[in-house]
């Protein structure tokens, strides 16, 4: 082999290890911003629950709330979760809005993947909503199966047994569908708001179904300050 075909070797070699470690980094990366989940911090917000159970987050004195009816199956809701962050981010974290989820089933296995949620936020510490998150997560990267008390028991280090046992009497699921019916939502995702102690209204008469763009919602929240 004389000097330039070795030069020629060389320099292939150099160019697929190069390449080999970019992919390599490249998934390092991917999995770890996947199992990241959300990158909201829940430190120091407040976390309750209404009278009727619902799920909701933030300063209790935000002028306005609002409320997605959503479910973690739902593929449209999988995609709008970025606008829910990104609210939850700039209104809710700063205090000038609360969120509140309820869930809407919308495919076979949804019940009891509420149900899940349910139990496993009253068995975690840290609240329903890195429970929420991680759902969101799982159900974007991957297929939900009816193993999913499991692995969310193993993500939060929970008891599964006394998950699964509480499935069988939760009761929020069918609590936020009837909720749904009163607010004439009828799909997922839909937004609705909230001002004060009023009850559920549409954010405005163009976006009683289907999702709200950020920007609705911005100026919603500014309006009620």
Request: glycine share 6%.
């Amino acid at each position: 082999m004389n000097k330039q075909n070795q030069q020629q070797l060389t320099i292939i070699a150099s160019i697929v290890v190069v390449a080999i470690v970019a992919v390599g980094i490249f998934i390092f990366v991917s999995r770890d911003s996947a199992s990241s989940g959300s990158d909201i911090d829940y430190t120091n917000v407040v976390m309750e629950r209404t009278d009727d159970g619902g799920f909701i987050l933030g300063d209790p004195d935000a002028p306005i709330t609002i409320v997605e009816f959503a479910d973690f199956l739902c593929p449209h809701c999988q995609a709008y979760k970025s606008t829910v962050d990104r609210v939850i981010n700039d209104f809710v974290l700063t205090g000038q809005a609360r969120f509140e989820y309820r869930m809407l089933p919308t495919q076979n296995l949804s019940p009891f993947v509420g149900q899940v949620a349910e139990c496993a936020a009253v068995e975690y510490e840290g609240g329903f909503w890195p429970i929420h998150d991680e759902l969101f997560r799982i159900a974007n990267s991957s297929r939900i199966s009816d193993d999913i008390g499991r692995r969310i028991a193993e993500e939060f280090n929970l008891d599964y047994s006394t998950i699964l046992t509480c499935t069988r009497d939760a009761e929020q699921v069918s609590i936020d569908q009837r909720l749904a019916t009163q607010a004439g939502v009828s799909g997922t995702p839909a937004i609705r708001v909230r001002y004060g102690d009023s009850g559920l209204q549409p954010i405005s008469a163009s976006y009683e179904r289907g999702s709200v763009p950020f920007e609705i919602i911005q100026a919603a929240v500014a309006n009620a300050q």
